[in-house]
């Protein structure tokens, strides 16, 4: 679940679900996202912009800023 309220770079993980992709993966709670894929990320509005590009089920690097 993204943070609405976060303002930097990149779009912070308020929460991750349980059993989720991002669970599965290592994401936490105050990850911040900064690039899926080739496709650097510098906002919400550019976030789901990016996520739009994928299909379910692709695979992807996901590029991250834990500890910022």
Same mark, same amino acid.
């Given at each position: 679940?993204? /943070?609405?309220?976060? *303002?930097?770079?990149? $779009?912070?993980? #308020?929460? $991750? *679900? #349980?059993?989720? $992709?991002?669970?599965?993966?290592?994401?936490?709670?105050? #990850?911040?996202?900064?690039?899926?894929? /080739?496709?650097?990320? %510098? #906002?919400?509005?550019?976030?789901?912009? %990016?996520?739009?590009?994928? *299909?379910?089920?692709?695979?992807?690097?996901?590029?991250?800023?834990?500890?910022?």
């Amino acid at each position: 679940m993204p /943070d609405y309220t976060y *303002s930097g770079k990149g $779009v912070r993980a #308020d929460g $991750v *679900s #349980d059993g989720r $992709v991002a669970q599965k993966v290592g994401i936490r709670a105050g #990850d911040i996202l900064t690039q899926l894929g /080739d496709y650097e990320i %510098t #906002d919400m509005q550019n976030y789901m912009q %990016t996520l739009n590009k994928f *299909s379910k089920g692709d695979a992807t690097k996901v590029k991250i800023k834990r500890g910022a």
